[in-house]
């Protein structure tokens, strides 16, 4: 199927091929369990009897990954799969929980993920991983007049209707973890205590992170664990004390920039860019897409910092 090209899908068909190897049975699993329950019993047939599936679970897998990567109207996707819409949304509904469901890959380390936020501190601390932390936000579709918390999207930065959300790398910039998906009106700050994102600092107390302006507070609340950009110096301050803030910001942006680069992977794909579909969604469209990108980044190998230390060849004679 020419769908299964990585120009369409957005993987390779490596990747594909491992996605199918990995959803296939959690995907029957749910089916069977479905008709069990309408059913109200066993199957009286055996398995393959009845109405045949119109789109098997390869090329349910495969539309799902073009709509990701492309933001394709399922009405496009339907006339290329020649079946009905209705067809095609209930495909992507179906295989997009499962893509969010897997949570992250995590680098060198095959066949762990990481699901939630307790899973990432418990492996950075495990593993001597310092993080990144960062925030973005998505342009969504604004919603109706007079619809009750219309001006929670608005966003303060973009004065456009977002919904913002948290990411954490590691030093190369490889995804660990993504989500905390709030309002675009909510800050940064906010969103930390809210979703008990200090708590795992006081829980992991060697996890340390590089965060930029925006994460001040938390910064403040841990100054042996969050590093933040130095202040700006006073007016009055001297030439040699602004020279040093800079020096000082410069490196701490350049430990930090690699989530941002993070961040620019997940915009490659469409709906990351801006968010057409209900925002009742976003959450589970937001995992799946960066679950994919975690697969991806986490196959890139570790750089590792060789020693400096100078080490006698052999003993010398005094």
């Not at 303060?156 to 954490?168: C, L």
């Not at 909510?186 to 969103?191: I, R």
Request: with cysteine; charged share 30%; glycine share 8%.
């Amino acid at each position: 199927m020419a769908l299964s090209h990585p120009a369409f899908s957005g993987v390779s068909r490596q990747h594909l091929g491992e996605l199918i190897e990995e959803l296939a049975p959690r995907w029957e699993a749910a089916r069977e369990s479905g008709l069990h329950e309408k059913r109200g019993g066993a199957r009286r047939r055996t398995a393959g009897a009845g109405r045949k599936q119109k789109l098997v679970f390869v090329d349910r897998l495969l539309v799902t990954l073009v709509h990701l990567r492309h933001g394709l109207p399922h009405a496009a996707l339907a006339a290329l799969c020649a079946v009905d819409r209705s067809t095609i949304s209930g495909a992507i509904r179906e295989v997009r929980s499962l893509l969010a469901a897997r949570g992250f890959a995590v680098p060198d380390r095959p066949g762990l993920r990481i699901r939630t936020p307790g899973d990432l501190f418990a492996y950075a601390e495990a593993e001597g991983v310092d993080l990144r932390i960062d925030g973005t936000e998505v342009q969504v579709r604004r919603p109706r007049a007079g619809r009750p918390g219309r001006k929670a999207f608005v966003s303060g930065k973009k004065r456009q209707n977002t919904i913002k959300t948290t990411t954490f790398s590691d030093g190369q910039g490889r995804t660990l973890f993504s989500g905390i998906v709030r309002p675009g009106r909510m800050h940064d700050q906010t969103a930390v205590r809210t979703e008990g994102l200090a708590e795992q600092f006081h829980q992991h107390p060697t996890v340390k992170a590089e965060v930029d302006e925006g994460y001040r507070g938390l910064a403040s609340a841990f100054p042996d664990q969050v590093s933040a950009p130095p202040k700006k110096p006073k007016d009055d301050a001297s030439l040699g004390e602004l020279h040093a803030w800079r020096e000082l910001r410069r490196r701490q942006s350049s430990r930090r920039i690699c989530v941002e680069h993070t961040n620019a992977e997940y915009k490659k794909w469409r709906p990351l860019q801006r968010y057409t579909g209900r925002r009742e969604d976003y959450a589970e469209t937001h995992m799946a897409i960066t679950g994919l990108v975690s697969d991806r980044s986490a196959r890139r190998p570790t750089r590792r910092r060789t020693s400096t230390e100078l080490m006698p060849l052999r003993q010398t004679a005094c």
